[in-house]
Nanobody, 116 residues
């Protein structure tokens, strides 16, 4: 069983920055670590993903503003969010897939609210 603990959400004004962090325990080899978000009434959508040995993906809607990074020493993934917009308001979820089993795990979610 993998636990993903997220932190860093909050309430900010448009144009501000936030950094989300997610630490996984116990340590596994993950095929990928990712961040998703879900706004009220919307489906959960992929924001960014870092794939083991294959680089990163960032959704077009946040490209140039959001950066995903992985810290293997801490078994963690971070999402740096700059120039936040009102439409970035959502619950952000950390997602991890174990390489050997392809099993997915999700964090509990952290709220990001951006006001105009």
């Amino acid at each position: 069983q993998v636990q993903l603990v997220e932190s860093g959400g909050g309430f900010v004004q448009a144009g501000a920055s936030l950094k989300l962090s997610c630490e996984a325990a116990p340590i596994y080899t993950f095929a990928f670590l990712a961040w998703y978000r879900q706004a009220p009434g919307d489906q959960r959508e992929l924001v960014a993903r870092v794939v083991d040995g294959a680089g990163t993906y960032v959704a077009p809607s946040v490209k140039g503003r959001f950066t995903i990074s992985r810290n293997d020493a801490k078994n963690a993934v971070a999402l740096q969010m700059n120039n936040l917009k009102v439409e970035d308001t959502a619950v952000y979820f950390c997602n991890a897939r174990i390489a050997i089993s392809s099993q997915d795990y999700w964090g509990q979610g952290t709220q990001v609210t951006v006001s105009s």
